[in-house]
């Protein structure tokens, strides 16, 4: 079953402009979500977390919103840059389960200059 | 700095061979996990350690096993290497578990069974 879920499998957008990425989740116990980044034959990489006493959690270009009624998060990339052309995953996973966490399929990002 | 060291980075099997994955790491984590990731699919857990000595399965386990005798090292091994176990393998650790803090990944074993 796919608890995380990454509908849209790419998005293509222009330097400086805003990239937005979302992703769904069905199970409610859910309560940690964070976002990698993968580069091509490379491992992915942590980016940005939330915990779901928050809605909202910025680092720098990076801005994670959480909609805990819809189960819906997302990730906004202010301004984009052709660096960011990547895979990003989302991931999930629940407070006393410790050893599972789930991932979407993944969206690629293209930033064309 | 080395993080999480996978090898091989590519290995090509015959149906029926088996198989050691490595992984190390060299930041005195005490988690430490096996994914694999399929094309147009997430990441799916084979294997955990939560220490040396200690493993548990993971949503898709079945055709593996692994072993946790060292902190740094979490080898995964297929013994009758099957088509379905075509993928790419993601070793990952941690120093806490997953409730609350991100895993830092190697760059993967891609693994092709003909």
């Known amino acids: 079953d796919q608890q995380v879920k990454q509908n849209s499998p790419s998005l293509s957008v222009q330097e400086g402009r805003i990239?937005?990425?979302n992703c769904d989740y069905t199970n409610s116990m859910f309560d940690y979500f964070l976002w990698y980044k993968k580069y091509?034959?490379?491992?992915?990489?942590?980016?940005?977390?939330?915990?779901?006493?928050?809605?909202k959690n910025e680092d720098g270009r990076f801005t994670v919103f959480l909609n805990k009624s819809a189960k819906h998060l997302s990730l906004h990339i202010v301004p984009s840059q052709p660096g960011d052309s990547a895979v990003y995953f989302c991931a999930a996973s629940a407070s006393g389960n410790n050893n599972d966490m789930r991932f979407g399929a993944g969206t690629r990002l293209t930033v064309k200059p | 700095n080395a993080g999480v060291t996978q090898t091989p980075?590519?290995?090509?099997?015959?149906?029926?061979?088996?198989?050691?994955?490595?992984?190390?790491?060299?930041?005195?984590?005490?988690?430490?996990?096996?994914?694999?990731?399929?094309?147009?699919?997430?990441?799916?857990?084979?294997?955990?350690?939560?220490g040396a000595g200690i493993t548990d399965k993971g949503e898709v386990p079945n055709g593996y096993n692994v072993s946790r005798s060292t902190t740094e090292d979490f080898p995964l091994r297929l013994e009758l290497a099957a088509p379905s176990q075509t993928s790419v393998?993601?070793?990952?650790s941690s120093?806490?578990?997953l409730s609350n803090q991100p895993q830092h990944f190697g760059d993967g074993t891609r693994l092709s069974i003909l």
């Open chain 1, 19 to 21: 990239s937005i990425l």
């Open chain 1, 40 to 55: 091509p034959a490379e491992g992915p990489t942590f980016l940005i977390s939330i915990s779901s006493i928050k809605d």
């Open chain 2, 9 to 50: 980075k590519f290995r090509i099997l015959k149906i029926g061979q088996s198989m050691t994955l490595q992984c190390a790491q060299d930041m005195n984590h005490n988690y430490m996990y096996w994914y694999r990731q399929d094309p147009g699919m997430g990441l799916k857990l084979i294997y955990y350690s939560v």
């Open chain 2, 89 to 92: 393998y993601f070793c990952a």
């Open chain 2, 95 to 97: 120093y806490l578990g």
